[in-house]
């Protein structure tokens, strides 16, 4: 650990409001893998969120009178900086979060992509002139900034969650309050430090950070000098944000929670839909939105889909995600364990078999075996629940409506994913799932350049590509009359 120290120069333990580091380290951060403290950061309440709020605020009018382009030199700068210091960054996350360390990295360049991306969209924004209903007037529509914008962010994605809400905040000319997760605040206190080193402004990019969510989220989403509060987390906690939110009609930008089917037709490619049910299940030990939750597989080629994921899931390594060669890290908490436990012991209870896994790791710890169960029916609380861990159930369907069917019941609406290679069939399954991202024939869909958000209760609104930036900023009609 002492030399872990040593390598992570980003080490920040104090939080970060209107260009200054402030806060006495008292909340700990613990390395998921070890359950060892990496370092404290401060605790902070409501008074110290509305500091930060009064911060952005005073920031805003500078900042978002900045030419675009000069707003983009900035970002881009950011982006170099977090690429310079991707390793770095990926083993404070890799510690704090418990992902294995390739997986961490590939976070670091995910998110700043976002970064990079919004550097560039920063250019773009674009009013428009609408011809006339009048000689002697013109009608043009103005595009500007919201104003000051609340971000609060999960524990899966501690870095790239940040900056795909943050950069197009910033590149449309807003500034920023966020509150991280209050497992881990580390990743973003560093993103914070290389802002400032690329020369972002005091009060423009706020960090709170905090071990009782609620009292700032009520700051973020009630205070009137916020204009917009996003989220990425749970359907539950989202809704209490709106719900505050109302109370000062703030705009809202919701990532919330999913439920994604992940649908083998029997004209698959077997071996790309065992590829991508790998990556899509066993990803972050199966701790994200997107992950496969429900994997359907018509009854032609279960049995060999079953027997093939069986022997691909023996290959993954459980352990610390900083340990060479591990795949699959630990839970997020033994709560996470718990829930994941009970998934598997109800779909048991109700008729599932566990054919690999399906109980807590050997090595102790957080760690859950990799599992796979078949046999399992939409009785089961794994088909309404988001499972968040490393468990494939396998349910079996006969039709193409049927397996429709199933995939649509449910009130999420975020990521779906299927295996065809029937054409006609790839037209209908992707305009009939009712969700907001689908993957046919590919089981990572994410990227910087496409627009990622859910339909139903998983989410309102888009993240990402030329579309992010737009959640950003305001239409102003603006006649301009006696010409
Ligand atoms: P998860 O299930 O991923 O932990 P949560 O929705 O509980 O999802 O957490 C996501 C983020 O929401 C975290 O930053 C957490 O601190 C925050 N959060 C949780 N409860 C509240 C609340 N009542 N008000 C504001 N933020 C909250």
């Not at 390739?102 to 009013?127: D, T």
């Not at 209050?182 to 071990?211: C, H, I, M, W, Y």
């Not at 046919?440 to 579309?467: C, D, M, Q, W």
């Amino acid at each position: 650990a002492a030399m872990d120290k040593k390598v992570i120069t980003l080490l920040r333990t104090q939080a970060f409001i209107d260009g200054a580091w402030v806060g006495e380290p008292r909340m700990p951060v613990i390395d998921k893998a070890t359950g060892a403290e990496i370092a404290r950061v401060p605790d902070m309440g409501a008074a110290d969120a509305e500091r930060a709020v009064e911060a952005a605020h005073r920031a805003f009018p500078a900042w978002s009178k900045l030419l675009a382009k000069e707003r983009s030199a900035i970002l881009r700068r950011w982006f170099e900086l977090i690429m310079e210091h991707a390793d770095e960054l990926g083993l404070l996350l890799s510690q704090e979060q418990g992902k294995p360390l390739a997986e961490a990295r590939s976070e670091i360049r995910y998110g700043a992509a976002y970064v990079e991306l919004f550097a560039e969209e920063a250019k773009r924004v674009c009013g428009e002139v609408i011809a006339t209903h009048k000689k002697d007037a013109r009608v043009l529509v103005l595009r500007q900034p919201i104003g000051v914008v609340g971000a609060i962010t999960p524990w899966n994605f501690p870095s790239a969650m940040i900056t795909r809400k943050v950069s197009p905040a910033l590149a449309a000319g807003c500034t920023v309050v966020v509150k991280p997760a209050e497992d881990t605040p580390l990743s973003a206190l560093a993103l914070a430090e290389l802002a400032q080193r690329a020369g972002v402004p005091k009060g423009v990019f706020n960090v709170v950070t905090t071990s009782d969510p609620a009292p700032v989220g009520r700051v973020l989403t009630e205070s009137p000098l916020v204009r917009m509060i996003t989220f990425t987390g749970s359907t539950e906690v989202g809704k209490i944000l709106m719900r505050q939110a109302a109370s000062t009609v703030k705009r809202v930008g919701m990532e919330l929670g999913g439920n994604a089917p992940f649908i083998v037709f029997d004209d698959a490619d077997l071996d790309r839909a065992i590829a991508g049910a790998m990556a899509s299940k066993f990803r972050n030990a199966g701790q994200t939105c997107v992950c496969a939750n429900r994997i359907l597989v018509q009854d032609g080629i279960y049995d060999a889909f079953a027997a093939r994921l069986t022997e691909a899931v023996r290959e993954l390594r459980v352990g610390p995600g900083t340990e060479t060669g591990v795949t699959v890290g630990p839970l997020i908490s033994s709560d996470a364990v718990r829930k994941v436990e009970q998934h598997v012991a109800d779909a048991v209870a109700h008729g599932a078999k566990v054919v690999i896994g399906g109980k807590p790791a050997p090595i102790g710890g957080n760690f859950f075996e990799p599992t796979v169960m078949t046999g399992c029916t939409t009785d089961m609380r794994i088909a309404h629940e988001e499972t968040f861990g490393p468990v494939a159930p396998l349910f079996r369907f006969s039709t193409e409506e049927e397996a429709l069917r199933i995939a649509n019941d449910t009130p999420f609406g975020l990521a779906a994913y299927f295996f065809s290679r029937d054409m006609g069939r790839c037209w209908r399954v992707a305009e009939a799932l009712e969700y907001g991202i689908v993957g046919v024939n590919e089981g990572i869909t994410s990227t910087e350049i496409a627009p990622f958000g859910g339909l139903k209760e998983s989410g309102i609104g888009r993240e990402g590509s030329h579309h992010g930036i737009e959640e950003f900023l305001e239409m102003k009609y603006t006649l301009m009359g006696g010409l």
